[in-house]
C-alpha cells in the first residue's frame, strides 16, 4: 500500500486504480486513468502512475511522475512527465500535462510539438491542427508546418492541408524528402478521389484511398449510421463474402487498366485458399509467392495471419518494397490493428473475424448456436467452393448506402492515375519530436 508519510490520491477513480495496481492489475488501473484523464488532478494521476510505472520497470516515467506529484503547477515537470508518457504509449495522460504545460509557458514550441505527437497517436487530428494553427507564426516548416499540413488531411480539411503544404519548401535535410513525398502523393489522391467520392465523414472508401492509398472493395451493410461507416465490428466471413471482394477486385483491376499475368499464392493456409480461388475467378495461373516477380496479384486472407507465420515476418519486410506491376490484394484487414504492410486493394475492414473455414457459431435445426468444427478439406476444394458461392451482398439493416458495383468501377477509374504509388508501409505519424530542452 501507500506509505502513510507519502501523499495518496483522493479522488475515487484514482483510489480504484490504486486498488488495481495492488491486485497486480496495471492494465485495469490504467482503463481508469484513461477515462478519467482529462478531468483528474494532474498530481494525484502522477502518484498512480508513479506507481504502475515502478511496477512494469519503466525507470524514466517513474521518475517524471514522481517530480511531478512533487511539483504538480511545474511547467517542466509537467512536460517532462508528458513527454515519458507518449514514449511509453500512454499518449492519453501526455494530453491534459502537456496542455497545461503549455498554457503556463505559451509558445514553447518543444510543447507544441509533443502536445502535437500525444494527439497524433490518439487519433485526435483535429485538435493537433488547433495547436499548431494558432502557434503558425513561430512555426518552423519542418517538421511543424509539414505537421500541420499531416493533420488537416486526418482531420479532413484539405484545403487547409494543400495551402500549408504548398508553403513548404524544399527540405534541407534529407530525412524530410520521403515525408514530403508521402504527403503529396496523400493529397494527389485526395484530387483523385474527390472527383467521384464526397469525402464527408461517411465516405470511408474514399478517405481509406486518401490516407494508404488501398481501395476499399466492400462495405458492411451493418452499423452504418452507428458510427462504423462501413467497418465490420466482430465478422462472421463465409465464402460469399470471399467470392463478392474477389470479384470487386476483379473490377478494380479491369477499371484501372492494370492487367497482371499471375496470381501469387503466400504460405498461410487462408491466403492459399483465397489465392487460388482468386487465380480461377481472375482466369490466371497462380505460382508460389515470389518477391522479384512483376505483374502479378498477391493475395492475402489477413496480412495479421500470415504475420504470425514462420515465414511471415520476411514475407511482410518483403512485400513492403514491391516491384512494379505486383498488387497486393487483403481480403480481411484489421482496421484496430493494422498490419504493418499497406494492401492495395482490401476487400473489407474488422475489428475480429473468424475465417469462413475455421471454426465457427452454427445455428442447428432447433435454433440452438454451437460452435461448428473447421473446415480441413483441401485448399484446392474450398477455393471451388468459393468460386460457386453467391456474391449477392447481404440487405444488412438498412442503413449503408447503396454500393453498386457501377460506382465502385468508376471510383476507382477515377484514381487510376495515382493508385499503386504509395510506399506500401502501415501509415503513421511522424511521432515525437525527440527533446531534451524545455524552451
Not at 486518401?210 to 463465409?238: E, H, I, K, N
Not at 516491384?323 to 475480429?352: I, K
Not at 438498412?398 to 510506399?423: C, I, K, M, Q, S
Request: hydrophobic fraction near 40%; charged fraction near 25%; aromatic fraction near 6%.
Amino acid at each position: 500500500m501507500f506509505s502513510r508519510k507519502k501523499a495518496r490520491p483522493k479522488s475515487a477513480e484514482l483510489v480504484e486504480a490504486c486498488e488495481c495496481l495492488e491486485a497486480g492489475d496495471i492494465p485495469g488501473a490504467l482503463r481508469l486513468l484513461r477515462a478519467g484523464a482529462e478531468t483528474l488532478p494532474l498530481g494525484e494521476v502522477a502518484l498512480v502512475v508513479e506507481r504502475a510505472a515502478g511496477t512494469a520497470g519503466f525507470d524514466d516515467l517513474r521518475k517524471a511522475a514522481k517530480k511531478l506529484a512533487a511539483a504538480p503547477e511545474s511547467a517542466q515537470e509537467l512536460y517532462a512527465f508528458g513527454y515519458a508518457c507518449v514514449e511509453r504509449g500512454l499518449s492519453y495522460l501526455a494530453v491534459p500535462a502537456l496542455r497545461e504545460a503549455l498554457r503556463l509557458h505559451p509558445g514553447a514550441l518543444s510543447v507544441v510539438r509533443e502536445l502535437v505527437a500525444a494527439y497524433e497517436r490518439e487519433g485526435r487530428h483535429g485538435e493537433a491542427v488547433e495547436v499548431l494553427a494558432r502557434h503558425e507564426s513561430g512555426l518552423a516548416d519542418w517538421p511543424d508546418r509539414y505537421l500541420l499540413a499531416y493533420n488537416a488531411i486526418m482531420s479532413g480539411d484539405l484545403a487547409l492541408a494543400n495551402r500549408h503544404h504548398a508553403l513548404l519548401p524544399d527540405p534541407q535535410d534529407e530525412m524530410w524528402i520521403p515525408t514530403r513525398d508521402r504527403q503529396r502523393r496523400m493529397l494527389d489522391r485526395a484530387a483523385a478521389a474527390a472527383s467521384v467520392s464526397p469525402l464527408d465523414t461517411h465516405d470511408l472508401r474514399g478517405w481509406q484511398y486518401v490516407m494508404g492509398g488501398t481501395v476499399l472493395g466492400t462495405l458492411s451493410p451493418f452499423g452504418f449510421g452507428a458510427g462504423m461507416t462501413g467497418r465490420y465490428a466482430w465478422f462472421q466471413d463465409s465464402y460469399d463474402q470471399c467470392l463478392q471482394g474477389l470479384l470487386r477486385l476483379k473490377t478494380l483491376l479491369d477499371s484501372a487498366e492494370v492487367r497482371p499475368g499471375s496470381v501469387s499464392l503466400l504460405p498461410d493456409r487462408g491466403s492459399r485458399i483465397l489465392g487460388l480461388a482468386a487465380a480461377d475467378v481472375l482466369g490466371l495461373p497462380s505460382r508460389p509467392f515470389e518477391p522479384g516477380r512483376q505483374d502479378t496479384v498477391v493475395i492475402a486472407y489477413d496480412l495479421n495471419d500470415l504475420g504470425e507465420t514462420d515465414q511471415g515476418a520476411e514475407i511482410l519486410g518483403q512485400l513492403l518494397d514491391r516491384v512494379p506491376g505486383q498488387v497486393l490484394h487483403e481480403h480481411a484487414s484489421n482496421w484496430t490493428d493494422p498490419p504493418v504492410v499497406t494492401a492495395d486493394s482490401v476487400a473489407l475492414l474488422h475489428q475480429m473475424t473468424m475465417a469462413p473455414w475455421g471454426e465457427q457459431l452454427r445455428q442447428d435445426e432447433d435454433g440452438e448456436v454451437a460452435q461448428a468444427p473447421a473446415d480441413d478439406r483441401s485448399a484446392a476444394r474450398i477455393a471451388a467452393e468459393i468460386v460457386g458461392a453467391d456474391p449477392t451482398p447481404e440487405e444488412g439493416d438498412g442503413e449503408t448506402p447503396a454500393d453498386p458495383d457501377d460506382r465502385f468501377a468508376e471510383f476507382a477509374a477515377a484514381v487510376r492515375g495515382t493508385w499503386l504509388r504509395g510506399d506500401r508501409s502501415g501509415l503513421n505519424s511522424s511521432g515525437p519530436v525527440p527533446s531534451s530542452q524545455f524552451a
